[in-house]
Structure formats: C-alpha cells, structure tokens
C-alpha cells in the first residue's frame, strides 16, 4: 500500500494483504485458509501468526466444524497431507462461529489466544534414557511435560526446534542424531530407542601446548599466496601496523 505526496514522492504505508514471515519463509495466511476449508467440515477458517512469546511466532488456525465432526489434532493432520512444514499450523483453535467487526470483516483482535503450553498426557517414560529425552523435548518446546510417546511436531515442533533438539541431545548423550530421524520417529521413546545407532559426536575440544610458530589457516594461506602472486593490489592488501609520532595532519 503507497500514495504520491506532494512532492511528487511515493511513500511506502504497509502491506495490504496479510502476509506474515515465519522462520524466513513468506507466508500468505489465505492459501492456508483455503486449504482448510476445503475439508468437507470446515465452514469457515482464519489463520493469523501469534506470537507467545518475543521472537517466537507460530501460526494459528482457528476453524468453524460441522457438529464437532472435527478435532484439533484431526485438523492439522489435514493441513500436513496438504502443505509444507512451515505453513502447518502449530495450534488449533476450535469455534462455533469466527468473530466478525461492525463492517462484517474478520475480526483479528477478538480471536482468542490458543493453549500453546498444553501439557502432554502421554505415557510416562519406562527408562532412564527415555526420560532425559522427554526432559529435552519438554525444554525445547517450551512444555513443562512431553510423554514418551508424544509426536515432536504435533507439540508445534518444527525444523529450526528440531535443530535446536540435535544440538541439545548431542550435548547431553554425547552421540549424533540425523535431523532425518527426528521427522522419521517422532517421539522422545522413538528417538531414544535409535541412540544406540546414532553415529559418534564430533570430539571435544581440548587443551593443547601453544605451538612457537603458529600455522596458517586455509584462508590465511589463500590471501598469503595472492599477496605473493600480485603484491598490493585490489585483490586484497595485507594491512601493515605502523607506530606514527607528532601530530597528525
């Protein structure tokens, strides 16, 4: 959305569609509008992007079902057959009619806030290992409590906290899990069981003696060799460290 002042300059006033960014990708909440409504019983559909918590925005989709045909969890297994990772949405808020302003559009302010920090109801953790792995899903998510058998991205998991998951579980087991596994098992029991095939972590760093002649790394050898091969030039030019005494002109 623009408009020409009076200057003849066109000022930029905002966007005049509803597109949202979530995790670097551009969403338009309409596509994904669409998408629900196409299921047989959803009669209407909004989606918005909430955020619960700075910097952590998730998109919410609320519905208005047939007779309580549908729930929550049916919803977003819909929306994942149909759509990309990024544009499911993390929760599912249920209503017997969308609130609407005086002029009969959405009303966006009026939606209610989805139960983002829904605590799991899942089977308890039969091992010691299955409970470390709850314990850092639970962190991860933001979730006082993830069962055992409780599905990653059904808790509004997504690849940037599956990520986060890898880097915490290889601190913690000291092993390496693909970011393929976590979207094959799914679940803290799951992805415990498959420690035992995990490949080794990288090493640890260590101290070591401070060598009297410190080698050169790849790019400190590169820029060394064309400084040879051209001298100063616009490639590149090794700064020199000078003392300078007096004033300054």
């Not at 544009?87 to 609407?100: E, F, G, K, Q, S």
Request: include cysteine.
């Amino acid at each position: 959305l623009a408009r020409w002042n009076t200057h003849g300059e066109l000022e930029y006033l905002g966007r005049a569609d509803h597109q949202v960014k979530i995790r670097g990708f551009r969403i338009e909440p309409g596509e994904i509008e669409k998408t629900l409504t196409d299921h047989p019983d959803i009669t209407q559909a909004a989606v918005i992007a909430h955020e619960d918590r700075p910097g952590a925005k998730r998109l919410v989709a609320y519905a208005v079902v047939r007779d309580g045909a549908l729930r929550p969890e049916g919803i977003r297994e819909f929306s994942r057959e149909r759509l990309p990772e990024h544009m499911v949405p993390a929760a599912v808020v249920i209503l017997d009619r969308l609130p609407l302003t005086t002029n009969g559009k959405l009303d966006r302010a009026a939606l209610p806030a989805p139960d983002l920090t829904k605590t799991s109801v899942g089977r308890e953790a039969r091992t010691p290992q299955e409970q470390i792995m709850c314990d850092l899903y639970a962190e991860v998510l933001g979730l006082p409590r993830v069962g055992a058998d409780d599905d990653f991205f059904e808790l509004g998991g997504h690849s940037l906290l599956a990520t986060r998951l890898i880097t915490r579980i290889r601190a913690t087991f000291g092993a390496e899990v693909a970011l393929r596994t976590l979207f094959e098992e799914r679940t803290a029991a799951a992805v415990a069981a498959r420690m035992d095939t995990g490949g080794p972590t990288r090493l640890a760093l260590t101290t070591r003696e401070r060598p009297e002649v410190i080698p050169l790394s790849h790019a400190q050898q590169r820029l060394w060799f064309i400084h040879q091969m051209e001298g100063p030039s616009a490639t590149y030019n090794i700064p020199l460290a000078l003392r300078l005494t007096g004033e300054l002109d």
